[in-house]
């Protein structure tokens, strides 16, 4: 049982889509932050797609770095939000404008 | 797992240790650093300083052990050390110790958290030399994200401070959502050759891939663009950079910004030259609009950080014109639009760090960042004063500093590639961005001083602003010294 590669593609664009447009209306740090996260998926299940499609492993070992990469941004992002956090008690970016804009 | 290694054909290369020493020794040095940190007294956390220096120092011994040993590959193909790495490797530890001497003080006397910011600035920098040699989508991508990680962390540094703390989330925001970008395009790239390596993308571009390549090319630029801040994707940099710590902001500025300058420079030269014609206008567009934009908002600041942010934004301007000269097949005119580019990256890199190193010579005990403050600097510190006019007139693009080399040089390359639109905005700009550097000189000199005690400097930065400033005035008297380099470091 396979799927054609070109569903999984086209499933990987919509989720890049829909991650760049909640980057783009959302108004919370942290979900900000998911939108991204949920880009860069996108950004594995086509280098996985490819890797499978054309039969090697150079895109599937492109993934894994994605992955420790974006865990690596996990740590650091949590760690200034909830900085931010401690003294606002808000994750609104709108609400975050102290420097002239 | 050595099965499906035997399926493809993949076998252990052999590592090349000696092309790969310096990213040792630097990342050898990072680890002694945060270790040491956790030994030292508080009073003598600032011992990391000279710790990290001379392994900085280290490092360029080992880039120069590989001085005339020929090109390396190593790693597979992902890894080489070429003459264009060596000088990028070069620059980014000189600029290192350059951002060593601004910081020194600063977080000393400021009671941060000095052990984690030496570390951090090492790991950032290493991501530099690393992306000097990257030629694989994984390396580029891994070295990236080792200049931006730190930096994040860096620009937040002054947990107590609101303003850092923005600075720090406007940057974080800004990176990841740039990283994302820039791996969806690299994952185009991947899909129409499938190859990681760049000469192998080169090889197996065929026109039939031309749609999806245009796509991917522009995903990479876009995501490199915000990394190089250039317009439209700039409204971090200045908001960062004032909110940073400002030795930080120095970093951002120079090494960061450079090392993204290098992924996109090897991109483009490497991977898709060939199919320049479909991406030359994207570059053209985004070099007009960084150089006019950044000059024009340069023209209304008040604050010395901000300025040099903007002004920032501009000279990423001059550097994206010689990328937008590329031609397939134009031997000669790529050559010279490469090394001019090449030559620009070199000398912006040491007139930034140096007018930050002024302005946080100036700032330090009660000093301002305003503009307002620092008329009559002649009068109060000559030497100070002389320095941070030699640099403006550096990033002016005036004699007698290197700076004008750099401009001439890219202005050239596009009167080569006939680019003449490009050209012509770019004399414009240089000349706009006179007026604001040069009304910062004027103030300094003609204006009257409100206070009258000199600005006390401390020795180390000093030296270093000194030495920046040699190297600027040297390079002008005789280009030769750099244009050499340029050239050996043609792919």
Same mark, same amino acid.
């Given at each position: 049982?396979?799927?054609?590669?070109?569903?999984?593609?086209?499933?990987?664009?919509?989720?890049?889509?829909?991650?760049?447009?909640?980057?783009?209306?959302?108004?919370?740090?942290?979900?900000?932050?998911?939108?991204?996260?949920?880009?860069?998926?996108?950004?594995?299940?086509?280098?996985?797609?490819?890797?499978?499609?054309?039969?090697?492993?150079?895109?599937?070992?492109?993934?894994?770095?994605?992955?420790?990469?974006?865990?690596?941004?996990?740590?650091?992002?949590?760690?200034?939000?909830?900085?931010?956090?401690?003294?606002?008690?808000?994750?609104?970016?709108?609400?975050?404008?102290?420097?002239?804009? | 797992?050595?099965?499906?290694?035997?399926?493809?054909?993949?076998?252990?290369?052999?590592?090349?240790?000696?092309?790969?020493?310096?990213?040792?020794?630097?990342?050898?040095?990072?680890?002694?650093?945060?270790?040491?940190?956790?030994?030292?007294?508080?009073?003598?956390?600032?011992?990391?300083?000279?710790?990290?220096?001379?392994?900085?120092?280290?490092?360029?011994?080992?880039?120069?052990?590989?001085?005339?040993?020929?090109?390396?590959?190593? !790693?597979?193909?992902? =890894?080489? &050390?070429? @003459? *264009? +790495?060596?000088?990028?490797?070069? #620059?980014?530890?000189?600029?290192?110790?350059?951002?060593?001497?601004?910081?020194?003080?600063?977080?000393?006397?400021?009671?941060?958290?000095?052990?984690?910011?030496?570390?951090?600035?090492?790991?950032?920098?290493?991501?530099?030399?690393?992306?000097?040699?990257?030629?694989?989508?994984?390396?580029?991508?891994?070295?990236?994200?080792?200049?931006?990680?730190?930096?994040?962390?860096?620009?937040?540094?002054?947990?107590?401070?609101?303003?850092?703390?923005?600075?720090?989330?406007?940057?974080?925001?800004?990176?990841?959502?740039?990283?994302?970008?820039?791996?969806?395009?690299?994952?185009?790239?991947?899909?129409?050759?499938?190859?990681?390596?760049?000469?192998?993308?080169?090889?197996?571009?065929?026109?039939?891939?031309?749609?999806?390549?245009? !796509?991917?090319?522009? =995903?990479? &630029?876009? @995501? *490199? +663009?915000?990394?190089?801040?250039? #317009?439209?994707?700039?409204?971090?940099?200045?908001?960062?950079?004032?909110?940073?710590?400002?030795?930080?902001?120095?970093?951002?500025?120079?090494?960061?910004?450079?090392?993204?300058?290098?992924?996109?420079?090897?991109?483009?030269?490497?991977?898709?030259?060939?199919?320049?014609?479909?991406?030359?206008?994207?570059?053209?567009?985004?070099?007009?609009?960084?150089?006019?934009?950044?000059?024009?908002?340069?023209?209304?600041?008040?604050?010395?950080?901000?300025?040099?942010?903007?002004?920032?934004?501009?000279?990423?301007?001059?550097?994206?014109?010689?990328?937008?000269?590329?031609?397939?097949?134009?031997?000669?005119?790529?050559?010279?639009?490469?090394?001019?580019?090449?030559?620009?990256?070199?000398?912006?890199?040491?007139?930034?760090?140096?007018?930050?190193?002024?302005?946080?010579?100036?700032?330090?005990?009660?000093?301002?960042?305003?503009?307002?403050?620092?008329?009559?600097?002649?009068?109060?510190?000559?030497?100070?004063?002389?320095?941070?006019?030699?640099?403006?007139?550096?990033?002016?693009?005036?004699?007698?500093?290197?700076?004008?080399?750099?401009?001439?040089?890219?202005?050239?390359?596009?009167?080569?590639?006939?680019?003449?639109?490009?050209?012509?905005?770019?004399?414009?700009?240089?000349?706009?961005?006179?007026?604001?550097?040069?009304?910062?000189?004027?103030?300094?000199?003609?204006?009257?001083?409100?206070?009258?005690?000199?600005?006390?400097?401390?020795?180390?930065?000093?030296?270093?602003?000194?030495?920046?400033?040699?190297?600027?005035?040297?390079?002008?008297?005789?280009?030769?010294?750099?244009?050499?380099?340029?050239?050996?470091?043609?792919?």
């Amino acid at each position: 049982m396979s799927v054609a590669p070109g569903f999984y593609l086209v499933l990987a664009g919509l989720m890049f889509a829909i991650g760049v447009v909640g980057v783009l209306v959302r108004r919370n740090a942290i979900v900000i932050f998911m939108f991204v996260e949920l880009m860069l998926n996108a950004v594995n299940l086509i280098f996985v797609t490819f890797a499978r499609q054309q039969g090697t492993v150079d895109g599937q070992v492109l993934v894994f770095f994605v992955l420790v990469v974006a865990a690596a941004e996990v740590v650091v992002g949590l760690g200034i939000i909830s900085l931010i956090f401690r003294y606002r008690v808000s994750s609104n970016v709108d609400e975050i404008n102290l420097l002239k804009r | 797992m050595m099965e499906l290694a035997q399926q493809v054909g993949a076998t252990a290369a052999a590592v090349d240790w000696h092309a790969i020493a310096p990213e040792l020794v630097l990342a050898a040095t990072a680890c002694i650093v945060l270790v040491a940190d956790l030994f030292l007294p508080d009073d003598a956390k600032w011992l990391a300083m000279p710790l990290s220096a001379a392994g900085i120092i280290g490092t360029l011994a080992a880039i120069v052990s590989l001085i005339g040993a020929g090109n390396r590959l190593t !790693l597979a193909g992902a =890894f080489e &050390v070429d @003459g *264009f +790495a060596l000088l990028f490797k070069g #620059v980014f530890c000189v600029l290192g110790l350059l951002i060593l001497a601004i910081s020194f003080h600063y977080f000393r006397v400021g009671r941060y958290y000095q052990g984690e910011y030496y570390f951090l600035m090492l790991c950032s920098l290493l991501g530099g030399v690393v992306m000097s040699s990257a030629r694989d989508l994984v390396t580029i991508f891994i070295a990236i994200e080792l200049i931006s990680i730190p930096g994040f962390i860096m620009a937040g540094l002054r947990k107590g401070d609101a303003k850092s703390n923005e600075a720090a989330l406007k940057f974080f925001l800004f990176g990841v959502l740039s990283s994302a970008v820039m791996l969806y395009g690299m994952s185009l790239a991947y899909g129409a050759t499938g190859e990681l390596l760049l000469e192998g993308i080169r090889a197996k571009l065929t026109a039939a891939d031309e749609p999806l390549i245009v !796509l991917s090319v522009f =995903f990479i &630029v876009v @995501g *490199f +663009a915000f990394k190089i801040s250039a #317009v439209p994707f700039h409204f971090w940099a200045p908001d960062t950079y004032e909110g940073s710590p400002s030795p930080v902001a120095a970093f951002l500025s120079t090494i960061s910004k450079i090392g993204g300058f290098v992924g996109l420079i090897v991109l483009m030269f490497r991977a898709f030259p060939d199919v320049a014609d479909t991406w030359r206008p994207i570059f053209a567009l985004l070099a007009i609009l960084t150089m006019t934009v950044g000059n024009m908002i340069a023209l209304r600041q008040t604050h010395i950080i901000r300025l040099l942010a903007y002004s920032g934004i501009a000279q990423s301007g001059y550097v994206l014109v010689a990328l937008a000269l590329i031609e397939p097949g134009a031997t000669a005119s790529n050559e010279q639009a490469f090394q001019s580019a090449v030559i620009y990256l070199a000398i912006y890199g040491i007139m930034d760090a140096g007018a930050f190193a002024a302005a946080v010579a100036f700032a330090r005990r009660g000093g301002s960042y305003f503009i307002e403050d620092y008329s009559g600097l002649w009068q109060r510190s000559p030497v100070l004063a002389t320095l941070l006019a030699g640099f403006l007139i550096s990033l002016a693009g005036t004699p007698p500093m290197a700076g004008f080399w750099a401009k001439v040089f890219v202005f050239l390359a596009a009167i080569e590639a006939q680019s003449y639109l490009l050209a012509i905005v770019m004399g414009l700009n240089a000349v706009v961005a006179a007026w604001y550097y040069l009304a910062v000189v004027k103030k300094m000199f003609f204006e009257k001083a409100e206070l009258a005690e000199p600005v006390e400097v401390p020795a180390v930065l000093r030296v270093a602003m000194g030495l920046a400033a040699a190297a600027l005035v040297a390079v002008f008297v005789y280009p030769r010294l750099v244009t050499e380099l340029a050239e050996r470091s043609l792919f």
